[in-house]
Nanobody, 125 residues
């Protein structure tokens, strides 16, 4: 059974940085694509970034985070990271890690097969 566990969320001030982690277990993920989504209060879940696990250079970022967020991975730890810099209040949301079978990256949440439980990120002064 595939499990995804996010961690690293918290309360930070505008302009601060935060790194989220997504630990994957249940199988090796070199034939999977990974994604991060987020859901702000009262809003629908939205796409943040997607990447192929086998080739992390194949990435696609939402315009709202491009240049500020970076996805990376540690194969030995079977973990995907989301480095978030220059955080803004509008980045406040629950952040979800997701995985889909196959190496094609996707921006639609319905294309993902597995989801983590989410981690809260709050950006406030």
């Amino acid at each position: 059974q595939v499990q995804l566990v996010e961690s690293g969320g918290g309360l930070v001030q505008p302009g601060d940085s935060l790194e989220l982690s997504c630990a994957a277990s249940g199988r090796t993920f070199n034939t999977y694509a990974m994604g991060w989504f987020r859901q702000a209060p009262g809003k629908e879940r939205e796409f943040v970034v997607a990447a192929s696990w086998s080739d992390i250079s194949k990435t696609f970022y939402a315009d709202s985070v491009k240049g500020r967020f970076t996805i990376s991975r540690d194969n030995a730890k079977n973990t995907v990271y989301l480095q978030m810099n220059s955080l803004k209040p509008e980045d406040t949301a629950v952040y979800y890690c997701a995985a889909r079978r196959g190496t094609r990256i996707a921006t639609v949440q319905g294309d993902y097969d597995y989801w983590g439980q989410g981690t809260q990120v709050t950006v406030s002064s």
